[in-house]
């Protein structure tokens, strides 16, 4: 395995520094086990009196479901840690579990479902809007594509292998639309949009800004659709998050240009605002440009963090739905902040090296990554070709900027 033998590499095992108290997302009692509300609310709660309830040998955390269990791993480094124990079964969890639950998500300019299990763990689900081998049409602009469910997927198991990390764990699902959507909502308003094709697949379409009408309607074979199921982070009443718009958004407008765009020594400016003045900040900021660039995303206008940890840890690299559109042509606008800012990090210049030699070559590494998802194949095979054509072209921006 390919896979294996890249996590075994020494660059893959550069140490974390050590967590303290401070540096995790929630400081849990070790006495406290997991208990559901008999209430039938959808909090759990915890029960104090775990020692007597603890069969012999085991622990609290012992008793947590794998979503309350990855929640309570984040800490201020990484979102999962590289060699988790957790992540294959947290993976089947959101591919298998029982769904007992379907509510839109509210906001957003694309319909998403919030899936609730019976464990009270929650996913957040992207139904299939384009085959896997549909190139975003070239006369579309970046903010009317499609998100997709495959880029999702692609998007975690990327993001694992550059090691950064912060994509929160995502699993494809085949849902039956009937059974697991239209019967069990108790949303009202995406109730009334389900319907019968004159094909006899059952549809649906929802409520959204875009793509949420008939013509657009997301219809099963006849009630089976593909779809992106990704954990959820903790609710934000819990752990607060930061919303940072990223400097190099693009304008949103089709004939407006963003600053970025106009002035070739952007990057000095915003060098002196916070908080990209002090700290990695700026570096993790140009991580997030190499992902996108690989992926081919050009929508990424915000970014998140975890608000307790301040300025000092790792961006969120969320909604990736936009990614995987193109495989024919390349947007190098997407490494602006690389190629204004001629900086990156040595750890990241060195991954991306390795990942350019035959024996790690990355198309090989997230083929293989893809081939145990339940949707597998997850990309068509001139996505996973591109990788390797982008990934030189980053280095080569890298190589100018090291000449420079």
Known sequence: SKLVALFEHPLYNIPVPEVTEKDKLFVVNPMEKFSLRSSGSDEWVSSSKAETLLPTGKTAYDTYPTWLKFHVGINRYELYPRRDPLMPTLLRD???QRIVSSVQKSGGTQLKLIMTFPNYGQALFKPMKQTRDQETPIDFFYFSDFERHNAEIAAFHLDRILDFRRIPPV?????????EIRDITTDKKLAKTFFI????????????????STEHALCGKPDQLEGSMAALLPDKTLAKRHSWRSPWRRSYHKSKKAEWELNPNYCAQVRETPPYDRGHRLLDLIDMTVLDFLMGNMDRHHYETFEKFG???????????RGFGTHSRDEPSILAPLQQCCSIKKSTYLRLQLLATQPYRLSDLLREALATDPLAPVLAEPHLRALDRRLGKVLAVVGRCLAR
């Not at 699993?171 to 059974?179: A, M, P």
């Not at 094709?197 to 949420?212: L, T």
């Not at 300025?311 to 739905?321: R, S, V």
């Open 197 to 212: 094709s004159p094909a006899g697949n059952v549809c649906f379409y929802g409520e959204c800004s875009y793509y949420c």
């Open 94 to 96: 959101l591919a298998t």
């Open 171 to 179: 699993s494809g699902r085949l849902v039956n639309i009937t059974k």
């Open 311 to 321: 300025n000092d840890t790792f961006l969120l690299h969320l909604d990736n739905g």
